[in-house]
């Protein structure tokens, strides 16, 4: 009998690369914000620092309703891709927000995201695996 099973690893987890939608175009995000192209946010944001990598602007609040129209990678500090989530919720264990639909960043102007939680909770993307071979 054929069967699958995931693989458990230690890894430490340092980047979470964020590629959302943006809805409602320039009423959230105006198109020259950082790190946004065209319709999508996307943004590296260091784990363990709470920081926007990059980030060249001035402070700002993020509030996105994203529901279930983002991607979320996890990588290593060796630029490893660890584990990610993709067109599911938004995974507000690790990512300020709400309900599973919403992105709530404060940002400084140095890029830190002052509402990150100082205990990252990566709970969010452990993955089921179906054992089912067909």
């Known amino acids: 009998m054929k069967s699958k099973f995931k ?10 690369v964020l590629s959302v939608v943006v809805n409602y175009e320039d009423e959230q995000m105006p198109y020259d ?3 946004r192209i065209g319709d999508i946010w996307k943004v590296r ?16 609040s993020v509030h996105l309703k994203v529901v279930d129209q983002g991607c979320y990678t996890l990588y290593t500090l060796e630029d490893w891709e660890v584990d990610s989530i ?5 995974p507000n264990n690790l990512i300020p927000g709400s309900y599973g639909d919403y992105i709530e960043l404060e940002i400084d102007d140095c890029g830190g995201i002052t509402n990150w939680s100082d205990s990252a909770d990566f709970s969010d993307f452990n993955k089921s695996v179906d054992n089912e071979i067909d």
Do not use: C, Q, S, T
């Not at 693989?7 to 979470?16: C, F, G, N, T």
């Not at 944001?45 to 700002?60: K, L, M, S, T």
């Open 7 to 16: 693989e458990i690893k230690e890894y430490d987890v340092r980047y979470l």
């Open 45 to 60: 944001i260091d784990i363990d620092e709470h920081v926007i990598v990059g980030w060249n602007r001035a402070a700002a």
């Open 86 to 90: 993709i067109n599911n919720y938004v």
């Open 33 to 35: 914000f950082f790190g």
